[in-house]
């Protein structure tokens, strides 16, 4: 009886669902429970998984659960009253940010509250509140969170926005740059400290490491197909970011703006620091305000001394077609 409860009860919590009539059934029917135990058993089963049941419409600031187009359910949460919606990816664990969930955003999400936006913030899968698909090391369900920004964006469209707006820090800004690219519900989008594909490769050991487009988040074969302005924000001394984000620049449509800073931190980090936060969060409220007032393509550096082509290693590929152009341009 004990192993056909806890089967129950685990697979109600795997599912982020609640148990089925039947299942209820089948534990207050069981000959071998004693009623009032049948009833707490219940009781208990329904407290846990029910606030995580699937769900359309929210209460503010209380989470509540999307669905993938996969299938797979999300934790997501709803700040803030206005009709211009913000929706905020969060990026994958770092040093300083580990675990990472859609917590990271709560001092900018309190900003936009404060500036009459409403705040979309969801854990991705495997990530957070919100459980893996395919494993639990976070990196083998990131190649499908792009389809966690679909299920937001249908469900700012269905609580009638009236303007969209998307943020992703590192691989919430890579995933956002690939969905930006076929979904034009977006007004403008922002990319923070975001990596061009991510992740770079499958881990060795990984079930899935001879899977076909592993490599899905791929945000810069996409970045010419995203019409709306385009905010990019980076740290110059930040692994690879600074060059990273220069390619999006380079190759994205106007209107762009690239804002580097003097720093090392990534994402969230940059917009929470004392000493570059209030800038740059500044950056990120009048892109908002006024996406359309970026005029071409701009650059801020802040960072003058710093140069991409030093701050990391190109890609066995750029280097060959850097060296294919020197060619061309000698003959």
Not at 281 to 304: S, T, Y
Not at 310 to 329: N, S, V
């Amino acid at each position: 009886m004990r192993d056909r409860l806890l089967n129950i009860f685990d697979s109600a919590l795997l599912k982020l669902a609640p148990p089925s009539p039947q299942q209820l059934l089948q534990l207050a029917s069981n000959r071998w429970m004693p009623f009032i135990g049948a009833g707490l058993s219940i009781a208990v089963a329904l407290a846990i998984v029910v606030p995580l049941s699937l769900a359309t419409k929210s209460d503010q600031n209380d989470p509540f659960v999307l669905q993938s187009a996969d299938g797979a359910r999300f934790v997501a949460e709803v700040n803030g009253e206005g009709d211009d919606w913000v929706l905020l990816g969060h990026m994958y664990r770092t040093k300083n940010t580990n675990p990472t969930h859609r917590g990271i955003w709560d001092k900018l999400a309190e900003r936009l509250v404060a500036e009459g936006y409403r705040v979309l913030r969801w854990d991705f899968r495997c990530h957070g509140d919100t459980p893996c698909v395919y494993s639990d090391r976070q990196i083998e369900d990131v190649p499908e969170i792009y389809l966690e920004w679909e299920a937001a964006i249908d469900y700012a469209v269905e609580e009638g926005a009236e303007q969209i707006f998307g943020i992703g820090v590192s691989m919430g800004g890579t995933s956002l740059m690939q969905v930006a690219a076929y979904r034009d519900e977006f007004t403008a989008v922002s990319a923070i400290s975001s990596p061009n594909i991510f992740p770079n490769k499958p881990p060795k050991d990984s079930d899935r490491a001879g899977e076909d487009g592993f490599d899905k988040l791929d945000g810069l074969t996409t970045v010419t197909d995203i019409q709306v302005p385009k905010l990019y924000i980076a740290g110059a001394r930040n692994q690879c970011s600074y060059w990273q984000s220069n390619r999006y620049f380079k190759k994205a449509g106007e209107p762009v703006r690239f804002v580097i800073y003097e720093t090392d931190l990534h994402g969230t980090e940059i917009l929470d620091d004392e000493e570059i936060g209030p800038d740059a969060v500044g950056e990120v409220l009048d892109f908002l305000e006024d996406p359309h007032g970026i005029i071409g393509k701009e650059k801020r550096n802040l960072a003058p001394d710093a140069d991409p082509s030093t701050e990391c290693w190109p890609p066995e590929d750029d280097e060959e077609e850097e060296a294919e152009a020197t060619e061309q341009g000698d003959t």
